[in-house]
C-alpha cells in the first residue's frame, strides 16, 4: 500500500485497508510518506521496497500517492528502464505480474483513471 503524509492513517482509512487485506489472506508493506509532488528518488526508493513481489499495489489517498505507485508500479516490473524511457507518451510497457488498484481520497486529478503519473524531476 503506497500512502501520502499521514490523513489516511490519521482517519483511520489505511488501517481498515490493511485489516481487509490480512483479513484475506495477503501479506501487507506499506510505504508512507509520498510528497506532494513525488519525486523520482520517492518513486525509485518505493518500486525497490516492492522487493517482495506483490500480487496488488495500491495506491491510497490523493493524487500524489496514486501517481506515485503508479510510478513505482512500473520501475518494479522493470527495473532496468529509465526514468527518461518512462516519459515518452504511449511507451509504457505492458506490466506482467501485478495488478494496480487506486483509492482515491480526493476529486478532481482523476489519476485513478489514466495510465499517466505526475513525478517531478
Known amino acids: 500500500i503506497v500512502t501520502g503524509g499521514g490523513s489516511m492513517r490519521r482517519g483511520g482509512f489505511l488501517q481498515d485497508v490493511e485489516a481487509d487485506l490480512k483479513e484475506a489472506g495477503f501479506e501487507v508493506e506499506i510505504f508512507e510518506g509520498v510528497e506532494s509532488d513525488p519525486s523520482?528518488?520517492?518513486?525509485m526508493k518505493g518500486a525497490k521496497a516492492m522487493g517482495f513481489q506483490p500480487d496488488w499495489i495500491i495506491?491510497?489517498?490523493?493524487g500524489s500517492p496514486?501517481?506515485?505507485?503508479?510510478?513505482?508500479?512500473?520501475?518494479?516490473?522493470?527495473?532496468?528502464?529509465?526514468?527518461?524511457?518512462?516519459?515518452?507518451?504511449?511507451?509504457?510497457?505492458?506490466?506482467?505480474?501485478?495488478?494496480?488498484?487506486?483509492?482515491?481520497?480526493?476529486?478532481?486529478?482523476a489519476t485513478e483513471v489514466t495510465a499517466f503519473s505526475v513525478i517531478t524531476d
Open 40 to 43: 523520482i528518488e520517492t518513486v
Open 66 to 109: 496514486i501517481d506515485a505507485a503508479k510510478a513505482m508500479w512500473l520501475f518494479y516490473e522493470y527495473p532496468e528502464e529509465t526514468f527518461e524511457q518512462a516519459v515518452v507518451p504511449f511507451s509504457f510497457p505492458e506490466l506482467r505480474t501485478s495488478k494496480f488498484c487506486a483509492i482515491a481520497s480526493t476529486s478532481g486529478t
Open 59 to 62: 495506491g491510497i489517498g490523493g
